[in-house]
T-cell receptor, first 113, second 113 residues
């Protein structure tokens, strides 16, 4: 298995532009999580899905952020419009059940200038 | 609300020194506990996990952790660290009927030869 696959690895964009981050979870994993990591705040859970349904989006910072999971093998996190304070590393993770822990992707380093 | 505290923010050791990183959580019910490691520039990887049974859990690379229920703690230990253990270490807890993992703020470990 190739693990959790995220794209792109790096993204540099100008303030105001739309940014879309992509994630392919491990096949057979029914939960998917989006985290944001910054020096100031550490790892923050943004949203998670179970069986493609959003379960908890309380961590999504504001309406500029949205996430979708149209099927079991694909999820997107969109920021529109992007702002410099959105600069962070965004990790996607998937799990079969939480008991087994998560498998993390390699992350997307987003820089908004 | 559930929370995880890692009191050591930055630990500096020489090779062969012993390591203990503290982790405390707040939740009164049954918990699953995890330690993750993040090497520089990489994603989080699972070191070890505790679900039930023997409170002393052994993980990869010589790490172990002890669950002490009365102290709400799950400290990570290694008898002799190596330079290659330089990384950030995250404690995480999964509690209740949820798939969410709540992460601590992390401990940065630097090991000097």
């Amino acid at each position: 298995d190739a693990g959790v696959i995220q794209s792109p690895r790096h993204e540099v964009t100008e303030m105001g532009q739309e940014v879309t981050l992509r994630c392919k979870p491990i096949s057979g994993h029914n939960s998917l999580f989006w985290y944001r990591q910054t020096m100031m705040r550490g790892l923050e859970l943004l949203i998670y899905f179970n069986n493609n349904v959003p379960i908890d989006d309380s961590g999504m910072p504001e309406d500029r952020f949205s996430a979708k999971m149209p099927n079991a093998s694909f999820s997107t996190l969109k920021i529109q419009p992007s702002e410099p304070r959105d600069s962070a590393v965004y990790f996607c993770a998937s799990s079969q059940t939480a008991n087994y822990g998560y498998t993390f992707g390699s992350g997307t380093r987003l820089t908004v200038v | 609300a559930q929370s995880v505290s890692q009191h050591n923010h930055h630990v500096i050791l020489s090779e062969a020194a012993s390591l203990e990183l503290g982790c405390n959580y707040s939740y009164g019910g049954t918990v699953n506990l995890f330690w993750y490691v993040q090497y520089p520039g990489q994603h989080l990887q699972l070191l070890l996990k505790y679900f039930s049974g023997d409170p002393l859990v052994k993980g990869i690379k010589g790490f172990e952790a002890e669950f002490i229920k009365s102290k709400f703690s799950f400290n990570l230990r290694k008898p002799s660290v190596q330079w290659s253990d330089t990384a950030e270490y995250f404690c995480a807890v999964n509690a209740g009927n949820t798939d969410k993992l709540i992460f601590g703020t992390g401990t940065r470990l630097q090991v000097f030869p």
